[in-house]
């Protein structure tokens, strides 16, 4: 079912750059979406996204990351609406089968005065590869609490049992559907990306 009353696509150019020191890694993007059809027919423009994001190891066991995200809806003849999203993450691997990781990611949407708070503390089980693939069963423990309009706030409690079989040469710090890997792999848009933490 549609929430929208119409069919919107959305198409995004950009350009990142990222730069490897050591154990640190650090990245920046920023791209525009279009949307189709335009968002100005609803009250919106086009958006504009950047964002900032770090990978550190710690240790050889025991990662952490951060993301620091914008979104601008340019609003023909209004105030433009800014979306940002924060997050951390860290991921310990306490031996070969057996990893604990936590995420937060914290969205806030200045128009609607929307807060999209979520914490998230997970156990990951690496199974038996199988012909040459590997996989993580995981297990996570999730809340989000949400405000709207400056209203009392509600809490969302979530139990995300996943299985992330990553595909080619680089595999996932996290597993795919959990707070944490909304922080180490997020997505190139303050709104995608705080969404996919919370949900």
Do not use: C, H, W
Not at 137 to 143: I, K, T
Not at 159 to 184: C, H, M, Q, Y
């Amino acid at each position: 079912a549609n929430i929208l009353p119409i069919d919107l696509s959305l198409e995004t150019l950009g350009l990142s750059a990222g730069y490897s020191m050591g154990q640190l890694e650090v990245e920046a993007f920023f791209g525009q979406t279009s949307t189709s059809p335009d968002l100005a027919l609803i009250g919106g423009g086009d958006v504009d996204n950047i964002g900032l994001t770090a990978q550190y190891a710690v240790a050889p066991n025991f990662d952490i990351a951060a993301a620091l995200l914008r979104a601008t809806i340019n609003v023909p003849g209004s105030t433009d609406v800014d979306i940002d999203t924060v997050g951390l993450a860290a991921v310990y691997d306490i031996n070969a089968q057996f990893s604990v990781f936590g995420g937060y990611n914290a969205m806030s949407v200045d128009m609607a005065d929307l807060d999209l708070t979520t914490m998230g503390l997970g156990v990951g089980y690496n199974l038996p590869e199988m012909g040459g693939v590997s996989s993580t069963l995981s297990l996570e423990l999730a809340r989000t609490e949400v405000s709207l309009f400056g209203g009392p706030s509600e809490n969302l409690d979530t139990i995300r049992l996943g299985l992330t079989i990553p595909l080619g040469g680089k595999g996932t710090e996290t597993p795919l559907n959990s707070v944490a890997d909304s922080v180490f792999n997020p997505r190139r848009g303050a709104l995608n990306a705080g969404l996919t933490g919370a949900f």
